[in-house]
């Protein structure tokens, strides 16, 4: 029998075998989505757990400064305009963290 395939079967053979030759590159096209979408969200995840290390060093650093009298003006004592100025700065970039 397999001499005598009729014409139909092979147009049915080349349509199927052209359906998954599209489906193959597809699929090739969407993993390639997905794997830059996937090294985006891993770029971004870096970025965050790196600002919260920053976060977590300063507010370590405030806690150490705060322990240690070193002499500095306090918060009774006068700053002149340019340290207060710098003061505040800080502590909106870097607000502590209140825990209940």
Same mark, same amino acid.
């Given at each position: 029998?397999?001499? %005598?395939?009729?014409?139909?079967?092979? $147009?049915?053979?080349?349509?199927?075998?052209?359906?998954?030759?599209?489906?193959?590159?597809?699929? $090739?096209?969407?993993?390639?989505?997905? /794997?830059?979408?996937?090294?985006?969200?891993?770029?971004? #995840?870096?970025? %965050?757990?790196?600002?919260?290390?920053?976060?977590?060093?300063? /507010?370590? /650093?405030?806690?150490? /400064?705060?322990?240690?009298?070193?002499?500095?003006?306090?918060?009774?004592?006068?700053?002149?305009? #340019?340290?207060?100025?710098?003061?505040?700065?800080?502590?909106?970039? %870097?607000?502590?963290?209140?825990?209940?």
């Amino acid at each position: 029998m397999w001499p %005598f395939i009729d014409i139909s079967t092979r $147009k049915q053979l080349s349509g199927v075998l052209e359906r998954l030759e599209r489906l193959e590159r597809e699929n $090739k096209a969407i993993r390639g989505e997905w /794997e830059d979408a996937y090294d985006r969200l891993m770029k971004l #995840v870096g970025r %965050f757990t790196k600002r919260a290390q920053q976060i977590e060093q300063h /507010e370590a /650093e405030v806690v150490t /400064e705060a322990a240690i009298p070193s002499g500095a003006p306090t918060a009774t004592s006068p700053l002149d305009p #340019v340290s207060q100025r710098i003061l505040d700065r800080r502590r909106r970039m %870097f607000p502590v963290k209140r825990e209940a």
